[in-house]
C-alpha cells in the first residue's frame, strides 16, 4: 500500500511545504498581496524605461553625429570633398560634447558603478574608450598637435547605444513568458452575496469567498467547485493542451480559463497564498539563482576586463615603440577596448537561464534549483514511484473479500470507509468511490492514528479497525491469504479488526498510456528505469514487466528510499528520484536531481529541485530533454562569445597591419554589437526546443 498513510496528513504538511523560511521572509518583506500578484512588473516597467532611455540618447546622437560626419576633415579627405565652416574644430567639438556627456552617459555611469563595487567591466570598457576619443581630440582643437576622431566617437557611441538598445529588447523578449503568467489573473471577481451577484476587485477577495466564473472568464483565484461543471483549460499552467474536466469538489486553479459551463466556487488560496503567485515567485527566485555555468560566465567575464584593459594599454605602448603616431597607437588601443567589451559574455548564461526558467513554468516544469536542472543531462537512473506517476492513480475496486465468517464482504468495506473517508490518496478514494456506489452509509472514526508508513486505524463501532500494508502483516506474523493476489496488477489492502484479519480490498491502477513512450525516450537516452512501490512483488514485477523497466523494488516504505538512492549512488549512476515532495522528502534531498510530481495545486516541495504540476512521466521525460538543451545552448553562447573575442582582439590590436588591413573604433563597435545580437538571438530560438521535446 504504497505511501498509504502519509497522505493522510498531506493537507496539513503543505503549508510547512510550500516555501522555505527565506522565501517567506521574502515575500513578508515585499508585502505582496493580491494586488500584488504581477510580481516582477516593476523590474519589466523599468526595463521598458532603460529601453526608452537608450532609443531616445540613439536618435539624438545620430541627429548630431550626421552633421559632425559632414564637417570631419577625415571624413572628407576619405570622400574627396572640402566643406570647412568658420570655426569648424570648434563646432565639431561642440557637437561631440553633447554626443560625449549625452549620448555616453549611461556607460560613464556605469563605469562609476563598476569601480565602486570594484569589479570592473563592459562599462569600464566602454566608458574609457570613449573618454580617451573625446579629451584625445578635445586636446587637438585646444592645441595639442595631432589629429582628432570626433567622428569616430560619434559613430561609436551611436552604435553602442544601439547595441544595447537592441540587447535590452533581446532580454525583455526572455521575460515576456513570465509576463504571460502575471498577466493571466483578471483584474475582478464576482462574488455572491446571497442572492446577489456583486463586482469586486481581485485585491478584495478572501479565503471562503464564493465566486460566479462565467463561460469563458479566467478563474480568479484557487479553489474549489461548489456548483456546476465545466472543462477549464489550463495549458498556460500546466502544459496539459486539452480542456480538463471539472465537477463538484474539484480543485480549480487561479489563472485558468473557463470553458461553456457556469461555475460557483469556494475561494482557498488569494494572494501570496495562491498557485499563480508561488509559480511566479519560483520562476523569479530560479531566474535569480546562479548556477555553476553562469559564475563560469560571469568570472570569464571579469577576466576577459582585465585582459582587455592590460592588452588595451600594450597595444598603445607597442605602436609608440615601433615609432607609430600617437593618433595611430590611441585608435588601436581604444577599438581593443570596444571590441573586448564582454556584453556577449555577460549575456551568454542570463538569458537562457531567463528563458528556460519561464517556459518551463508555461510547460508544467517549475524549476527551484537552476544547476540541479542543467545537471539533468547527467542522469543516469530514474528512480520512479508506482502510483499516480507511472500508473493513474485511479484506484478502482475490483474485489471485497472477507476471510471471517462474523463479517460480510460489505461490512468489511465499511469499516474501512471510516477510516479512508478524509485521506486524499488515490487508495482511499477508490474505496470511498466503491462505498458511494453501493450506497453504504460511512461510520464516524474514534481515536485516528497513522501507522508509519503501513497504514491507519481507529476506533469504528466499538471495535479497533486497521486498514494496512502486506508489509504490517509480515511484520506482526499474520499469514496472507493465499488467493489474496489474484491479478498481478492489483493493489490489495488487508481489514483488521480487534487485531484479527477480517478481509481484504483488491484494487487496480491502470498503467498510463504516456508512460510506455516516456519509457521508451529514457531508453533511447541511456537512461535506466528503476520503480519503488509500497507495492506487494507480484504488483511491482507485473507493471515492471510491462513497461520493460530496468528494475524494480516492492513493499518499499517511504523512509527505505533514500537507502535505494544511496545504493544506486554507490554503484557510480547519477540518480533522479520522484516523488510525491512530502513522503518521500529524504529520498528527494538524497538524489542528484530531486523531481517532485503533483497535482493542482500541490506545486511546492521544500525538498525537490523541479516540481512537475502533472504527475505525466513524459513531462521527466520533456524536463530531461529540454534540460540538455538548454545546456547545449549556453555552451554554444560562451563557444561563441569566446571566440569571437579571441579571433577579434588581435585584428583591432592591428596584427594584420602589415597586410593593410585595419579595425577602426566604429566598425570593432559593430561587431562588438553583432556578436551580443547573436548570442541574445541564440537564446530566443531556445523558446522553441521545449515543443520538440
Known amino acids: 500500500m504504497e505511501n498509504h498513510v502519509e497522505h493522510e496528513n498531506k493537507e496539513m504538511d503543505h503549508s510547512k511545504m510550500d516555501m522555505t523560511k527565506e522565501e517567506h521572509a521574502k515575500m513578508d518583506h515585499s508585502k505582496m498581496d493580491h494586488s500584488s500578484i504581477p510580481m516582477g512588473m516593476e523590474g519589466h516597467d523599468h526595463h521598458k524605461m532603460m529601453i526608452a532611455d537608450f532609443k531616445k540618447r540613439f536618435w539624438l546622437v545620430i541627429v548630431l553625429t550626421i552633421p559632425i560626419l559632414i564637417i570631419s576633415p577625415m571624413i572628407q579627405d576619405l570622400l574627396g570633398y572640402h566643406y570647412l565652416l568658420p570655426g569648424n574644430p570648434y563646432i565639431l567639438f561642440a557637437l561631440s560634447t553633447i554626443v560625449y556627456f549625452y549620448g555616453g552617459w549611461p556607460f560613464l555611469k556605469g563605469f562609476v558603478g563598476e569601480v565602486k563595487k570594484g569589479a570592473p567591466g563592459m562599462m569600464t570598457l566602454i566608458a574609457m574608450a570613449i573618454s580617451v576619443a573625446y579629451f584625445y581630440s578635445s586636446a587637438t582643437v585646444f592645441g595639442l598637435k595631432g589629429v582628432d576622431f570626433f567622428w569616430e566617437l560619434a559613430t561609436l557611441i551611436a552604435i553602442m547605444l544601439l547595441g544595447h538598445w537592441i540587447e535590452m529588447k533581446s532580454v525583455l523578449g526572455a521575460s515576456k513568458a513570465l509576463q504571460l503568467l502575471v498577466s493571466m489573473m483578471p483584474a475582478d471577481a464576482h462574488r455572491v452575496e446571497g442572492d446577489k451577484i456583486v463586482d469586486i476587485k481581485l485585491e478584495n477577495l478572501l479565503k471562503g469567498d464564493v465566486i460566479l466564473i462565467k463561460p469563458g472568464e479566467k478563474i480568479p483565484a484557487d479553489g474549489v467547485i461548489l456548483e456546476g461543471s465545466s472543462y477549464l483549460n489550463e495549458s498556460m499552467l500546466t502544459g496539459e493542451s486539452k480542456p480538463v474536466k471539472k465537477e463538484l469538489n474539484d480543485k480549480v486553479i487561479g489563472g485558468s480559463i473557463n470553458g461553456n459551463g457556469s461555475l460557483k466556487v469556494t475561494v482557498v488560496h488569494t494572494g501570496k497564498d495562491s498557485y499563480l503567485s508561488k509559480v511566479i515567485k519560483m520562476v523569479e527566485e530560479a531566474q535569480k539563482t546562479k548556477s555553476k555555468m553562469q559564475n563560469l560566465s560571469d568570472r570569464a567575464a571579469k577576466w576577459l576586463t582585465y585582459i582587455a584593459l592590460s592588452i588595451g594599454f600594450a597595444t598603445l605602448a607597442v605602436w609608440l615603440i615601433l615609432g607609430f603616431p600617437f593618433v595611430f597607437a590611441l585608435e588601436r588601443m581604444v577599438t581593443v577596448m570596444v571590441i573586448a567589451c564582454p556584453h556577449a559574455l555577460g549575456l ?9 526558467t519561464a517556459v518551463s513554468a508555461q510547460n508544467g516544469l517549475l524549476i527551484r534549483n537552476r544547476t540541479a536542472f542543467e545537471e539533468s543531462r547527467k542522469i543516469t537512473l530514474l528512480l520512479f514511484d508506482k502510483t499516480g506517476t507511472l500508473t493513474k492513480g485511479d484506484f478502482g475496486v475490483t474485489r471485497i473479500e472477507s476471510v471471517d465468517e462474523k463479517y460480510t464482504s460489505d461490512e468489511v468495506l465499511r469499516l474501512a470507509s471510516a477510516l479512508e473517508q478524509s485521506s486524499e490518496h488515490p487508495i482511499a478514494v477508490g474505496i470511498i468511490k466503491k462505498v458511494k456506489e453501493n450506497k453504504v ?5 474514534e481515536n485516528f492514528n497513522a501507522i508509519t508508513g503501513k497504514g491507519v486505524e481507529a476506533d469504528v463501532d466499538g471495535k479497533r479497525v486497521k486498514v494496512v500494508s502486506p508489509g504490517y502483516l509480515k511484520d506482526e506474523k499474520i499469514t496472507i491469504p493465499e488467493d489474496a493476489y489474484s491479478d498481478a496488477a492489483e493493489t490489495v489492502v488487508f481489514v483488521l479488526i480487534d487485531g484479527k484479519l477480517a478481509g481484504y480490498i483488491a484494487l487496480a491502477d491502470e498503467i498510463r498510456p504516456e508512460s510506455f513512450e516516456a519509457i521508451k525516450t529514457f531508453k533511447k537516452n541511456n537512461i535506466k528505469v528503476f520503480m519503488a512501490t509500497g507495492d506487494n512483488e507480484i504488483t511491482a514485477k507485473s507493471v515492471s514487466d510491462k513497461l520493460g523497466l530496468d528494475g524494480y523494488f516492492s513493499e518499499v516504505l517511504p523512509h527505505q528510499k533514500v537507502e535505494i538512492v544511496k545504493d544506486l549512488q554507490s554503484k557510480k549512476e547519477f540518480v533522479a528520484m520522484t516523488g510525491d515532495g512530502v513522503n518521500d522528502a529524504p529520498a528527494l ?95 530566443q530560438l531556445l523558446k ?4 520538440k521535446v
Open 688 to 691: 522553441k526546443q521545449i515543443n
Open 589 to 683: 534531498a538524497q538524489a542528484n536531481v530531486g523531481i517532485a510530481v503533483g497535482s493542482g495545486t500541490d506545486v511546492a516541495a521544500e525538498t525537490a529541485d523541479i516540481i512537475l504540476v502533472n504527475s505525466n512521466p513524459q513531462d521527466i521525460a520533456n524536463l530531461i530533454l529540454f534540460g540538455k538543451a538548454t545546456y547545449r545552448k549556453m555552451i554554444q553562447n560562451l563557444l561563441w562569445a569566446t571566440a569571437y573575442n579571441v579571433v577579434t582582439i588581435p585584428l583591432a590590436a592591428g596584427v594584420l597591419y602589415s597586410s593593410g588591413f585595419v579595425l577602426g573604433p566604429a566598425v570593432g563597435a559593430v561587431f562588438m554589437s553583432l556578436s551580443t545580437v547573436i548570442v541574445a538571438v541564440n537564446a
Open 441 to 445: 452509509t460511512i461510520p464516524k472514526p
Open 348 to 356: 551568454a548564461i542570463p538569458l537562457v537561464v531567463a528563458i528556460s
